[in-house]
């Protein structure tokens, strides 16, 4: 009998909220660069963007992200597509991120 747990998105997510762009001072859950997250048993596929396609950050947010993820127990393998369709933009901060950037 398996002891392993359900995994689920809320926990995905809010170890998402640990990853940051180091140019931005926002986590990548609210800045909207997260457009989801698959989970199967106990393997995680997430798929974000970045702020623009040419962003030399990205692979290094994506690896942070597979890390932070890694790092949830029963977790045991974790993939991050990079994707830009559709483009990111400023609207798809949250409230919480555009409050942190002091935009309104």
Do not use: H
């Not at 002891?3 to 170890?15: D, F, R, S, V, W």
């Not at 970045?50 to 974790?78: K, N, S």
């Amino acid at each position: 009998m398996s002891t392993k747990k359900l995994l689920n998105e809320e926990q995905i997510y809010e170890a998402l909220r640990d990853v940051y762009d180091p140019e931005i001072p926002v986590n990548i859950v609210d800045l909207g660069l997260v457009y989801g997250v698959d989970i199967e048993e106990s393997d995680v596929k997430v798929k974000m963007t970045l702020t623009f396609a040419g962003c030399g950050m990205g692979p290094y947010i994506a690896q942070q992200a597979e890390w932070r993820i890694a790092e949830i127990d029963d977790v045991d393998d974790v993939e991050v597509d990079i994707v830009f369709e559709p483009p990111w933009n400023p609207e798809m901060i949250s409230e919480e991120g555009k409050k942190e950037l002091g935009i309104d």
